[in-house]
């Protein structure tokens, strides 16, 4: 599990983008301010320097003062939804830098006043420097700063990501994202939450609950299809009182079309590759009362040896049907509830015909390490024949739904 930033040091890798509308309030807090032709002053105003005219009767320039998108009082603890804006009254805002020990606030000027691109860090120390023109053409500068939001760790959520970076996998897999807090904002965070593939598929997200959501594509990922996952979350408000704590990125990768088709009755397995039959295996799959479950499933992970306790599906040790298999060869997992496609010696006489196990599809040692040895997280394993239906949160169901209905499951539909 990765550990988190700590709530008053924010990470300098965070990347962040524009989130919300700015109420611009004119603000009279400056640190120190300096013209070119010497004069100083206090409180963000000029000082007592020379007029642009050489006569007593010359009206004295305006003074410049900075405008930012948070009032005097907020300066103990600036906001951080919202991106920094800054104008300048009595002059015309010529260049802004932003700073703080994180790094550089990114932005640029249009129509007089700065803008930033990212959002603000929580718990962070910010200066402002600006240069201005004077109402009589001298250079101004004004310098500003300010202290952002403490934020804790109980009002940030971190987001998880599966895959992983880099990762290699099949072509069902789901992009998954978990929050360690709940997201009540679904459709800001959504708007801020991005996939894209080369080549191009079109997909949806769908939340499962206000702390998880998943991406698919309309059907199954292409071959060799390039994925980039984009999560703009940094100091976005969920909700709550509650902000991401940390943008993230990834990119996967899917690799070959690996996908099984598992007939409960008839007790056989065919794989596919790349859409060519590669081979067809006998099987034994759950017997009456712990019926394989029907539907579309995906490998979450695979175990190249695996502990089977039947204690972990709710089996008493003093029940007849308790077991306690050690080092099960070849496991796949495909459900969380405890399925998964494994070597299976013990029921080699009831392969092809029988089904004897409790819910896990078993096959001989050869089909076990073959499979096991071809397939990736994210392969695809079709079952039918069961009267016992996959559901969606069993695992990576996400197939079981049509995309229409996928799609109705978006905080944006």
Same mark, same amino acid.
């Given at each position: 599990m990765r550990t988190r930033a700590s709530a008053h040091v924010c990470s300098?890798?965070?990347?962040?983008?524009?989130?919300?509308?700015?109420?611009?309030?004119?603000?009279?807090?400056? *640190?120190c301010s300096s013209a070119t032709d010497g004069s100083s002053g206090s409180g963000g105003a000029d000082g007592p320097g020379a007029a642009s005219g050489s006569g007593s009767e010359s009206a004295r320039p305006d003074p410049v003062r900075l405008s930012t998108s948070f009032t005097d009082t907020d300066t103990a603890a600036v906001p951080i939804d919202a991106p920094l804006a800054v104008s300048a009254e009595g002059g015309t805002l010529d260049t802004v830098e932003v700073t703080s020990t994180t790094g550089a606030l990114s932005g640029k000027?249009?129509? *007089?006043?700065?803008?930033?691109?990212?959002r603000l860090e929580p718990g962070t120390d910010y200066v402002i420097k600006a240069s201005t023109t004077r109402s009589d053409g001298r250079t101004v500068e004004r310098t500003r700063s300010f202290h952002t939001v403490d934020l804790t760790l109980d009002e940030q959520t971190f987001a998880s990501i599966a895959p992983l970076d880099g990762e290699t996998v099949g072509v069902g897999m789901p992009v998954v994202v978990t929050f360690d807090l709940p997201v009540t904002d679904r459709a800001l965070f959504e708007k801020h939450m991005s996939v894209t593939s080369t080549p191009a598929?079109? *997909?949806?997200?769908?939340?499962?609950?206000?702390?998880?959501a998943h991406y698919r594509p309309a059907?199954?990922?292409?071959?060799?299809?390039?994925?980039?996952v984009d999560l703009d979350l940094n100091s976005l408000p969920a909700g709550n009182g509650i902000y991401g704590q940390e943008s993230?990125?990834?990119?996967?990768?899917?690799?070959?079309s690996v996908v099984s088709r598992i007939d409960v009755r008839a007790h056989t397995m065919r794989t596919y590759v790349n859409g060519d039959l590669a081979r067809t295996m006998p099987i034994s799959a759950g017997k009456p009362g712990w019926e394989t479950r029907s539907g579309t499933?995906?490998?979450?992970e695979k175990f190249r040896r695996k502990r089977m306790d039947a204690a972990t599906i709710g089996v008493d040790k003093d029940d007849p049907e308790y077991y306690n298999l050690s080092n099960v060869p070849y496991a796949m997992r495909v459900t969380y509830s405890g399925e998964f496609l494994h070597g299976a010696p013990w029921s080699v006489g009831s392969q092809g015909s029988a089904n004897v196990s409790h819910g896990c599809v078993g096959m001989g040692l050869a089909d076990a390490k073959w499979l096991y040895d071809r397939t990736s997280r994210g392969d695809v394993v079709e079952v039918t024949g069961s009267r016992r239906q996959m559901t969606l949160e069993n695992g990576y169901g996400d197939w079981n739904l049509s995309f229409a209905d996928w799609k109705s499951g978006s905080a944006l539909s």
């Open positions: 300098a890798h965070r990347r962040t983008t524009v989130a919300a509308a700015l109420l611009v309030l004119a603000g009279g807090l400056a *640190g000027v249009a129509a *007089g006043t700065w803008t930033s691109s990212d598929q079109r *997909g949806s997200w769908y939340w499962l609950s206000d702390r998880e059907s199954y990922w292409k071959s060799g299809t390039d994925v980039s993230r990125s990834i990119d996967f990768r899917i690799g070959d499933k995906v490998i979450i």
